[in-house]
């Protein structure tokens, strides 16, 4: 059977796995709400599916499911309106994975937490994440497997674009720290999660280098030749009520299990190696 991966909520980390796995022989169907994606989508070797669809008939044939649908006040969307189809699909399913947040693990006073740390999350938005991961979790036989990600960047997001639209800011909160992670590592520890099915385990993804946000911002406006935007104090910054809820967590995140339980050398330990690579990519194209 070919190894057919079906990614609900074809993102901008999933589409990384994708343009991985395309040119390894894999057929791969991702989902999206806007026709406008489909050519891209088709352009990258991904078979286009708008969403909502006939989940029955998307899942035939598939053997590895991704989600990365967020959940909304009443749970996760993809089990309450695909549950069943989900059930009768499970005899050809090798593995599953659900994209999740470290967000899950609250605020530790920029503090260490790994994947056995109790869930205490201090957003809305994260004591969801915990209600749908245990909703997939308890699917009895599924082959579910939670990856918790840190901050997100890769071409196009991150500090660069920032820094080129004039909208960076140097935000001052003491005690602030985050970890983060880049699409091409959450691509690597994906498809090494597939070769290796662990269900129900659970993976942090992130870097070696938890850091203050305005640190990143600096070293970025380094590497462009610019001044780094003036440091502002959290409470005077202009932020959308989103931007200002993940000032709410500050803390460091292990990512022991994804190097000795998946065998994953990380392509980007730091912010800063991945600034450079992303910037020399820039010149390269």
């Known amino acids: 059977m070919t190894k057919t991966l079906l990614s609900l909520g074809h993102g901008f980390s999933a589409r990384e796995l994708g343009r991985q796995l395309v040119p390894l022989g894999w057929r791969v169907i991702g989902t999206t709400r806007k026709p406008e994606k489909c050519a891209a989508f088709e352009a990258e070797g991904i078979e286009p599916?708008?969403?909502?669809?006939?989940?029955?008939?998307?899942?035939?044939?598939?053997?590895?499911?991704?989600?990365?649908?967020?959940?909304?006040?009443?749970g996760d969307p993809v089990l309450r309106d695909h549950r069943a189809a989900i059930l009768d699909a499970m005899p050809n399913l090798k593995w599953v994975g659900y994209l999740s947040t470290t967000g899950v693990y609250g605020d530790h006073d920029g503090g260490w937490v790994d994947e056995d740390s109790p869930t205490d999350p201090a957003t809305l938005r994260?004591?969801?994440?915990?209600?749908?991961?245990?909703?997939?979790?308890?699917?009895p036989g599924l082959p579910i497997h939670i990856f918790r990600l840190a901050g997100i960047y890769g071409p196009g997001r991150g500090p660069f674009a920032k820094l080129r639209k004039g909208t960076a800011q140097r935000i001052i909160k003491k005690n602030q720290v985050f970890s983060r992670t880049h699409i091409e590592d959450i691509a690597q520890v994906l498809m090494a999660s597939m070769?290796?099915?662990?269900?129900?385990?659970?993976?942090?993804?992130?870097?070696?280098?938890?850091?203050?946000?305005?640190?990143?911002?600096?070293?970025?406006?380094?590497?462009?030749?610019?001044?780094?935007?003036?440091?502002?104090?959290?409470?005077?910054?202009?932020?959308?009520?989103?931007?200002?809820?993940?000032?709410?967590?500050?803390?460091?995140?292990?990512?022991?299990?994804?190097?000795?339980?998946?065998?994953?050398?990380?392509?980007?330990?730091?912010?800063?190696?991945?600034?450079?690579?992303?910037?020399?990519?820039?010149?390269n194209a």
């Open 195 to 283: 070769a290796n099915p662990n269900p129900g385990r659970i993976y942090n993804v992130c870097d070696d280098d938890p850091a203050p946000p305005q640190d990143v911002i600096e070293y970025a406006a380094e590497l462009l030749n610019m001044e780094p935007p003036p440091e502002v104090p959290f409470e005077e910054a202009q932020m959308s009520p989103m931007a200002r809820s993940f000032y709410s967590d500050s803390k460091c995140v292990h990512n022991t299990r994804i190097k000795q339980e998946l065998g994953v050398t990380l392509k980007h330990p730091t912010y800063k190696a991945a600034l450079r690579a992303m910037l020399d990519a820039e010149k």
């Open 126 to 139: 994260g004591q969801r994440r915990v209600l749908a991961e245990r909703e997939w979790r308890d699917i």
């Open 49 to 74: 599916l708008l969403w909502p669809c006939d989940m029955e008939q998307a899942l035939r044939g598939v053997t590895h499911l991704l989600t990365s649908i967020s959940p909304d006040d009443q």
